[in-house]
């Protein structure tokens, strides 16, 4: 059994800078790609970054390219999204997902467990 748990989420002004976590518990090999997605009220779920199992890959939503890096910590079960020059159009819930299945460039409907999100809220 695989669980991810996120945190970090939060308010944050325009220009601000938020750190979001995902942590994995249970039979979680290291060896599986992560990704980022997420969703605002009233949109689809998308796709906001992914990083590989070394760490070395990582592939980003031209929207936060520049903006949000994404890194990993193995030993740890970690994976981490930092998130600079926020705008309010990056309000969402920030989902955390993995599966044996899921390549960098993966839709959702390819990863198999999933946390159950963390809110961010950029707003003046």
């Known amino acids: 059994q695989v669980q991810l748990v996120e945190s970090g989420g939060g308010l944050v002004r325009p220009g601000g800078s938020l750190s979001v976590s995902c942590a994995a518990s249970g039979d979680t090999p290291s060896t599986w790609n992560v990704g980022w997605f997420r969703q605002a009220p009233g949109k689809e779920r998308e796709f906001v970054a992914a990083?590989?199992?070394?760490?070395?890959?990582?592939t980003y939503t031209k929207s936060v390219e520049g903006r949000f890096t994404v890194s990993r910590d193995n030993a740890k079960n970690t994976v981490h999204l930092q998130m600079n020059s926020l705008k309010s159009e990056d309000t969402a819930v920030y989902f955390c997902?993995?599966?044996?299945?899921?390549?960098?460039?993966?839709?959702?409907?390819?990863?198999?467990?999933w946390g159950q999100g963390t809110q961010v809220t950029v707003s003046a």
């Open positions: 997902a993995t599966g044996p299945r899921a390549r960098l460039q993966s839709p959702g409907d390819v990863y198999d467990y």
């Open positions: 990083i590989g199992w070394n760490g070395i890959r990582t």
